[in-house]
């Protein structure tokens, strides 16, 4: 597929945020409180940049390495972007996306949440951090289980000291995504946290009305990858 011009992008990703707009608006909200995470994985520099030049700053990407070879460049070119890693983090490396990373909405195993509190100490440097939950139980997906969200944020808080700020989630493909919406708004009232990164391209209005403060939304923007 020929990949959409810089022109298309741009409007693209004004019309996401217009249909954030009134998605919050039609679930009594306010659209300020719900971010954006514009999701680049696998797009080149040339690709975001037009979003970039729209002024936009927050942005998604799922591997370490393949962020190492864009972003660095790209924020000596613009100031003040916010970036997220929400694909799954391996414990090797902790150390690359504690100083590339500005949110990681991935942990999910004490491992990690141990590599991840011993970089932020070692760099000092505060990265937001969220907890992945595998709302599904799907064996091949990453994230912890939903009975265990409760006991692993408070591990998190009181063993591992990390300021957790939010749940993440990425329903089952085939199945509706509302229930699995509202299971993690439940979960973040038990964890007694205040940020829902749920909401992708295809249900990111329906994770809106379920109470999302963040939407990953990337091919609506960029095109198909």
Known sequence: M??????????NYRQVMANIGQAASDAGRVADDIT?????????SEAIRPVLEAGYRAFGENR???AQGKWPQLRKDYQQIELHLIG???SNK?????ALFDVIESI????IARAIAAE??????QTKLFVQVNTGEETQKAGISPESASEFVNWCRHEAGLAIEGLMCIPPFEENPGPHFALLAKLA???????LSMGMSGDYETAIAFGATHVRVGSAIFGLR
């Not at 954006?36 to 080149?44: E, G, P, Y």
């Not at 999910?108 to 491992?111: A, H, Y």
Request: net charge positive.
């Open 88 to 90: 799954p983090l391996q």
């Open 94 to 98: 902790a150390a690359e996306a504690v």
């Open 189 to 195: 009232k038990q964890c007694k946290v205040s940020k």
């Open 36 to 44: 954006l995470v514009a999701v680049s994985k696998t797009f080149d």
């Open 120 to 125: 932020m100490q070692k760099q000092q440097r």
């Open 64 to 66: 370490v390495q393949e």
């Open 2 to 11: 020929t990949p959409p011009s810089q022109i298309d992008v741009a409007d």
């Open 108 to 111: 999910d195993r004490e491992k």
